[in-house]
């Protein structure tokens, strides 16, 4: 039987594979655009107003919205079709962006606005983008594992190209240059998934609308993520590694090569061999993801790859050292979004996937805020040294109990793909 028959009959219709790849292609110029405007927008509001409590103003601005519509508008997602959602989203993004090029003069106010708007279109186009990866994975006969391993590290390197790209973009074209850039990203992204990507499920007319009420839709989300014990004790694992890991990246580790060596040089190579040592993790559980149990790779990893760090800041001032432990830590974590990532996919029914993730994704989002308080007033409390000595030590209890619960009993030890997920009734 040819393709195009078992897509549907269809001879114009994508084939599978095409229809992966450009998904994911909508995925990664999306998240390059999002970096690209996490750099030109607030550059834009410090060259017209000279003020950098606004730009932390409208960084807030975007980022709020962002984690918040991935929970609230999942249930409107669900009820429009997430590919019409994918398409939406992108072109409001970029139309978005172009009303804050051709306004120039407009008010901080409407600025802060237009900026919330791309940010909660984008928050929710790359929900259903990450959900619509499973049926075409299973179209094309790749396990979601490998799946999320590659789309885990593709979107480590859309954040590490993407800034230093938003920033030379600005030198060569300018701020607006550079907005014009991100839009075009955007609307390429809604080209892409429009022309290219259809859902196995979805019929030529778009999949149909459910009629559920929206209040009970968004019940449903929490409902089901309260009732499974392995996905709360990833989430509140996850939460605690974005406290600690945010807590490190925006106050202990600055603060650290200050103290200690004073160059900013050091600083990028810390963060550069954090991030280089992930990328090369997230290759090697990509080419290995399927012969490794995903839940001891999850554990091990979390323990591995974030305590070390800290104890080693508070106990060396070797530089070399450090940036070698930071490089190992990249590696080990490179693990956790791509095991997260796969274990939504399975133990989560298709039809509540939109709504579970936005809300698992908005909980452990919230650790990136409390992370900077918290580092900065445990620095403020106790000094640098004791500051990270107590978080190390914290961050390594909190990841050492699943790894001591899971060789104390192993029969209670989650075991992924013999659980089948029920729709809701």
């Known amino acids: 039987m040819s393709t195009a028959a078992r897509a549907g ?67 409107l997602a669900d009820r429009f079709g997430h590919r019409r959602t994918s398409i939406v989203a992108d072109t409001g993004s970029a139309l978005a962006l172009v009303a804050i090029i051709l306004m120039p003069g407009t008010s901080f106010l409407q600025l802060a606005l237009l900026v919330a708007v791309g940010g909660s279109l984008r928050g929710i186009g790359d929900r ?34 993407g800034a230093p790209l938003g920033g030379l973009l600005i030198a060569w074209l300018g701020t607006s240059g550079a907005l014009w850039a991100d839009a075009v990203s955007f609307a390429a992204c809604a080209l892409l998934v429009a022309t290219l990507v259809r859902l196995p499920t ?19 989300g929490f409902s ?38 004073g160059s900013p040089v050091v600083l990028g190579l810390l963060f550069g061999g954090f991030a280089g040592g992930a990328l090369l993790g997230n290759v090697i559980f990509t080419v290995y993801a399927d012969r490794i149990p995903p839940y001891r790779a999850f554990v091990i990893g979390a323990l591995i790859g974030g305590a070390p760090r800290l104890l080693t800041m508070g106990l060396s001032d070797t530089v070399w050292l450090v940036v070698s432990v930071s490089f190992l830590c990249g590696i080990a974590n490179a693990s956790l979004n791509p095991v997260i990532g796969a274990t939504l996919f399975e133990r989560v029914p298709p039809a509540l996937q939109t709504r579970v993730f936005g809300v698992i994704g908005a909980l452990t989002f919230a650790g990136i805020p409390v992370g900077s308080l918290l580092g900065g007033w445990s620095v403020s409390a ?33 075991q992924f793909g013999a659980q089948k997920t029920q729709e809701p009734a």
Not at 135 to 152: G, N
Not at 232 to 260: D, H, K, R
Not at 389 to 403: D, E, W, Y
């Open 224 to 261: 089901f993520l309260r009732g499974d014990q392995v996905l709360i004790g990833m989430m509140l694992m996850t939460f605690a590694i974005n406290v600690f890991g945010q807590a490190s990246g925006a106050v202990f580790t600055p603060l650290w090569v200050e103290e200690v060596v």
């Open 382 to 414: 106790l000094g640098l040294r004791p500051a990270l000595l107590l978080s190390g030590g914290l961050f390594l209890l909190a990841t050492l109990i699943p790894v001591v619960q899971m060789y104390r009993r192993p029969h209670d030890t989650p």
């Open 128 to 161: 259903v983008k990450h959900v619509m990866l499973r049926p075409l994975a299973e179209q094309c006969d790749v396990s979601m594992l490998r799946i999320t391993s590659l789309y885990e590290g593709l979107s480590r390197a859309a954040t590490l190209v």
């Open 202 to 220: 979805e019929s030529p007319a778009e999949d149909k609308p459910t009629t559920e009420p929206y209040w009970t839709a968004l019940r449903g």
């Open 9 to 75: 009959g269809h001879p114009l219709r994508p084939s599978p594979r095409t229809a992966l790849i450009s998904l994911f292609t909508a995925d990664i110029l999306s998240a390059l655009g999002t970096r690209v405007s996490a750099v030109a927008i607030p550059w834009l509001v410090l060259t017209t107003t000279g003020s950098a409590a606004k730009m932390g103003v409208i960084a807030a601005a975007e980022m709020l919205p962002y984690a918040l519509t991935g929970v609230l508008a999942a249930p």
